[in-house]
C-alpha cells in the first residue's frame, strides 16, 4: 500500500487577544461581546464558544441592538415633559415622551435652566420601546433601559458621554471622579457601595469634584464628567452632617437627600487622566488596606462595578481600553469607617503630590492607618 498524506488536523479558530498585564481581553466571535480573563483562566479556543454573559467578567456594550427601534415611531410619541440641562460643552434639551422616571428631575436639579430659545447642543428623547424605555441622541437611538432607575444611569452615560471633549470615549466607568490634592482619582464600586459618600466627604475636604457616579473616560485617557446632585441616603446624611449641614424640614423622614454639588465644595467638568482607579470595598470591621491589583485584575473589578463601552466590542476599542487599562493603576482599598476611607485616599494623593510611585504611594497610605483606627 502506498503512503498517504497525513489529514491535516483543522484546529477551531482562535478568537482575537488583547494582552493586558496579569491577563488579556478576549473578543468573542459571532458578535458574542469581549470578555476580561487573567492568565490562569481558560483557553481561548475553548472559551470562545459560550456567551460573553457565561464568562467572569462580560464588557458591557453600550449599542444599538441588531434591528434597533424605530425613530419615525418613537418621535411619534406626544412629550409629556421637558429639561433644559446648562451643561458645561453646551445646553442639552432632554425630552420625555414617558413619565419622568423615578428621582431624574431631582438628580438633575443642578444642572436645569431656563429656556432662552437658542437651539440646544444636543437633545436627548426617552421614549417607550415596548415594556423598556429608549434613550435617543438627535434622533440616533443609543441605549435602552429595563426600568427608570437604569433609564437614569443611562442618561448619566449620554450626559457624561456628551461632555467629553472631541474625540471617541473609550469607556463610561460606574464611578466617582474627583481631583484630590491635584491629582485626579477614580472611585469605583457597585451601586451602594459608598462612591456618593466618600465622594462627598472628599468635596467637602477640598477635593473637586467631576461626578459622584458616572465619568466617561476618552480616548486620551482625560476624564469628563456632569456633576448632579448627590443622592444622598438616609444613613449617610448623619456620616455627612458636617458638610451638609441639617436636612431641610420638609424632607421627608428616611428617604435620600439630593444636594447640590456647588454647595459643598467645588466641581469641574475635567480633569486628566486618573492617577489611579480605586476599587472600594467597604464594610465595618473591615481592616484598612490599599492593594496593588494587576491590570486584568482592575479592569475585571471596574466592569463588575459597571463601567461599559461606548460602542460595540471590535480590536480597535479592545486595543483602546488596554492602552488606557496598562497606563493606569488599579488599588483595592478595604476600610471601614468613612473617615479612614477620606484619610486614606488624601494620603495617597499626598505621597503621589511628593513624587512617589503609585505602588510606594499606597503603601505610605496604608501604614497611616492602623488596624484600630477610628473615625468620627
Known amino acids: 500500500m502506498g503512503s498517504r498524506d497525513p489529514i491535516p488536523l483543522v484546529s477551531p479558530p482562535v478568537p482575537p487577544v488583547v494582552p493586558l498585564r496579569g491577563g488579556r481581553i478576549l473578543l468573542l466571535s459571532r458578535g458574542q461581546g469581549m470578555v476580561i480573563l487573567c492568565d490562569d483562566e481558560g483557553r481561548d479556543d475553548t472559551l470562545d464558544g459560550l456567551c460573553a454573559a457565561d464568562l467572569p467578567a462580560p464588557v458591557a456594550?453600550?449599542?444599538?441592538?441588531?434591528?434597533?427601534?424605530?425613530?419615525?415611531?418613537?418621535?411619534?410619541?406626544?412629550?409629556?415633559?421637558t429639561l433644559v440641562l446648562d451643561c458645561p460643552r453646551g445646553k442639552v434639551l432632554v425630552r420625555g415622551r414617558v413619565p419622568s422616571p423615578g428621582d431624574l428631575p431631582l438628580r438633575l436639579g443642578p444642572l436645569v435652566t431656563a429656556t432662552d430659545g437658542a437651539a440646544p447642543a444636543w437633545t436627548i428623547d426617552l421614549t417607550a420601546d415596548g415594556d423598556d424605555l429608549a434613550l435617543w441622541v438627535d434622533g440616533e437611538y443609543r441605549a435602552s433601559a429595563d426600568g427608570a432607575n437604569l433609564a437614569v444611569c443611562e442618561l448619566l452615560g449620554l450626559l457624561a458621554?456628551?461632555?467629553?471633549?472631541?474625540?471617541?470615549?473609550?469607556?463610561?466607568?460606574?464611578?466617582?471622579?474627583?481631583?484630590?490634592?491635584?491629582?485626579?482619582?477614580?472611585?469605583?464600586?457597585?451601586?451602594?457601595?459608598?462612591?456618593?459618600?466618600?465622594?462627598t466627604a472628599l468635596l467637602g475636604r477640598g477635593a473637586t469634584l467631576l461626578s459622584d457616579d458616572t465619568i466617561a473616560v476618552a480616548a486620551d485617557h482625560s476624564l469628563a464628567g456632569v456633576a448632579t446632585a448627590?443622592?444622598?441616603?438616609?444613613?449617610?446624611?448623619?456620616?455627612?452632617?458636617?458638610?451638609?449641614?441639617?436636612?431641610?424640614?420638609?424632607?421627608?423622614?428616611?428617604?435620600p437627600r439630593f444636594v447640590a454639588p456647588r454647595t459643598v465644595g467645588r466641581t469641574a467638568a475635567a480633569a486628566g487622566p486618573a492617577a489611579a482607579v480605586i476599587l472600594l470595598d467597604h464594610a465595618p470591621g473591615l481592616r484598612p488596606t490599599l492593594t496593588p491589583l494587576t491590570t486584568a485584575e482592575g479592569l475585571m473589578a471596574l466592569v463588575g462595578a459597571g463601567a461599559s463601552l461606548v460602542g460595540g466590542p471590535n480590536l480597535p476599542r479592545a486595543r483602546a481600553l488596554a492602552r488606557w487599562a496598562d497606563a493606569t493603576p488599579f488599588l483595592w482599598m478595604s476600610y471601614d469607617t468613612l473617615h479612614q476611607g477620606a484619610e486614606i485616599l488624601e494620603a495617597v494623593a499626598a505621597a503621589l503630590a511628593g513624587g512617589l510611585p503609585v505602588a510606594d504611594?499606597?503603601?505610605?497610605?496604608?501604614?497611616?492607618?492602623?488596624?484600630g483606627a477610628s473615625a468620627t
Open 61 to 81: 456594550p453600550s449599542c444599538p441592538p441588531s434591528w434597533p427601534p424605530s425613530w419615525q415611531v418613537a418621535a411619534a410619541q406626544s412629550v409629556l415633559w
Open 230 to 255: 448627590l443622592r444622598i441616603r438616609a444613613g449617610g446624611a448623619d456620616l455627612l452632617a458636617p458638610w451638609l449641614g441639617p436636612a431641610p424640614r420638609s424632607a421627608p423622614a428616611g428617604e
Open 161 to 199: 458621554e456628551l461632555n467629553t471633549a472631541p474625540g471617541p470615549v473609550v469607556l463610561l466607568t460606574h464611578a466617582a471622579g474627583l481631583v484630590v490634592k491635584g491629582h485626579p482619582l477614580l472611585l469605583a464600586a457597585p451601586s451602594s457601595g459608598g462612591k456618593t459618600t466618600l465622594a
Open 361 to 371: 504611594a499606597a503603601a505610605v497610605a496604608g501604614q497611616s492607618q492602623p488596624a
